[in-house]
């Protein structure tokens, strides 16, 4: 089984609908992150979180709101989704190593969102 | 100003050629770590590499192989008698201290290797 999950897949919805892209992890990592991938443009931070109580804003937060229901658990939500939030979603973890420092951040396969 | 700047954006080589993808960053921290991810056409990102910015030391795996140079701030990536399988997108991303270890990721180069 992998890793990392994200629930769906794929996704089509209309602008002004609620959705919501679902992140499980059994990796036991602390650490979590919600990035979009548009063509040409690499991949961007919406929002990461550190533990269950730690949550942050990241580069493209705006209309994106996200909860920690667990460690293994980081969902991301469009309140009212938009056409230019057309985009790959990728979950990702890491966890500290205990050397200090950063782990390797390790990627779900990616929610393709299409917002018409 | 980019952090990662991934100046190819598309690269074609013909199959067993050598092909290098270049990755230059910017970062005024003295602790920070430089990642390769490949993106394959099926969309999953797939980790390669991480390096600290202690350990200059070049690494091979197979035909792999990652060039770090503090004094030019790249790290590039090199694979040898390439193969069809190695089209994909590439990526390569950096992680500082400063920055709470957040992954900036260049726009990535695609690579397409011909048979």
């Known amino acids: 089984d992998a890793d990392v999950t994200q629930t769906p897949r794929n996704r089509i919805t209309k602008t002004g609908k609620r959705i919501m ?51 293994a658990k980081f969902s991301l939500s469009l309140e009212s989704a938009i056409p230019n939030q057309t985009a790959l979603y990728f979950c990702a973890t890491s966890d500290f190593s205990t050397s200090g420092g950063l782990d390797t951040q390790y990627f779900g396969p990616g929610t393709r969102l299409t917002v018409l | 100003a980019q952090k990662v700047t991934q100046a190819q954006t598309e690269i074609s080589v013909v199959e067993k050629e050598d092909v290098t993808l270049d990755c230059v960053y910017e970062t005024r921290d003295t602790t920070y770590y430089l990642f390769w991810y490949k993106q ?54 950096l992680s500082e201290e400063a920055g709470s270890y957040q ?4 726009k990535g180069t695609k690579l397409s290797v011909i048979p």
Not at chain 2, 52 to 57: I, K, P, T
Not at chain 2, 103 to 106: A, E, P, V
Request: charged share 20%; glycine share 8%.
């Open chain 2, 40 to 93: 394959p056409p099926s969309g999953e990102l797939v980790f390669l590499i991480r390096r600290n910015s202690f350990d200059e030391q070049n690494e091979i795996s197979g035909r792999y192989s990652w060039n770090f140079q503090k004094s030019t701030s790249s790290f590039n990536f090199t694979i040898t008698a390439s193969q069809v399988v190695d089209s994909a997108v590439y990526f390569c991303a």
């Open chain 1, 21 to 71: 892209l679902e992140c499980s992890q059994t990796k036991g990592h602390d650490r979590m992150y919600w990035y979009r991938q548009d063509p040409g443009l690499g991949l961007r931070l919406i929002y990461y979180s550190f533990d269950v109580k730690d949550i942050n804003k990241g580069e493209i937060s705006d209309g994106y709101s996200v909860s920690r229901q667990a460690q």
């Open chain 2, 103 to 106: 992954l900036t990721f260049g």
